[in-house]
């Protein structure tokens, strides 16, 4: 298995412009999580989703962060318009529901974004 | 919202047992414990997880107390390649039983 697979891995962007994350899970894994990783901030979770539905978003900074996840074997965070202060490592985890949470989450190696 | 708390740094030889421990004061009632190493320009890599009393594992054993405010990840004889960034993971039931990661640990390992 390759594991989670996210891209792109580096992402520079002035501000004001679109920026979009893509995240593709392990096969069979049934819940998706979104991280955001700053010195500041240190690691948080942003939303996540059971069986493509998101359940809890309460971490999305605002209103210019969107997420989706189409299919079972796709997701994308997406920023618009971007800020300096959104630049971090945004990673996606993928993991089995276990029936309690948190459970054993698989990380994919982050997009690194940098916002300028 | 908690805060889920560690101490910032720990310094340990090679061959010691290292004990590390996470504050959760508001865990969710139902949830997990689970505790996550990081390297550089890695994503985080699980490592444990238990509900109560004491899990052991190949590389680790998780220790939480009955009333689960706090929980202790134990590394028995770390060896250099331990030297990483270790992170518990609850559900704080301050924020709606929102998933907090702890404030994260910088584990040294030296000869």
């Known amino acids: 298995d390759a594991g989670v697979i996210q891209s792109p891995r580096h992402e520079v962007t002035e501000m004001g412009q679109e920026v979009t994350l893509r995240c593709k899970p392990i096969?069979?894994?049934?819940?998706l999580f979104w991280y955001r990783q700053t010195m500041m901030r240190g690691l948080e979770l942003l939303i996540y989703?059971?069986?493509?539905?998101?359940?809890?978003d309460s971490g999305m900074p605002e209103d210019r962060f969107s997420a989706k996840m189409p299919n079972a074997s796709f997701s994308t965070l997406k920023i618009q318009p971007s800020e300096p202060r959104d630049s971090a490592v945004y990673f996606c985890?993928?993991?089995?529901?276990?029936?309690?949470?948190?459970?054993?989450?698989?990380f994919g190696p982050g997009t690194r974004l940098t916002v300028t | 919202l908690a805060k889920t708390t560690q101490p910032i740094s720990m310094d340990s030889y090679e061959g010691q047992e290292v004990n590390i421990t996470c504050s959760h004061n508001n865990i969710a009632t139902n949830d997990y414990i689970t505790w996550y190493q990081q390297f550089p320009s890695q994503g985080p890599r699980f490592i444990i997880q238990?509900?109560?009393t004491k899990v052991t594992n190949e590389v680790a054993s998780l220790f939480i107390p009955a009333d689960r405010k706090s929980s202790t990840l134990s590394l028995p004889r770390v060896s250099l390649s331990d030297t990483a960034v270790y992170y518990c993971l609850v559900g704080d039931r301050g924020g709606g039983n929102k998933l907090t990661f702890g404030t994260g640990t910088q584990l040294k390992v030296e000869l």
């Open positions: 096969s069979g894994h049934d819940y």
């Open positions: 238990g509900y109560k």
């Open positions: 985890a993928s993991s089995l529901n276990a029936g309690r949470l948190p459970n054993e989450q698989y």
């Open positions: 989703f059971n069986n493509n539905v998101p359940i809890d």
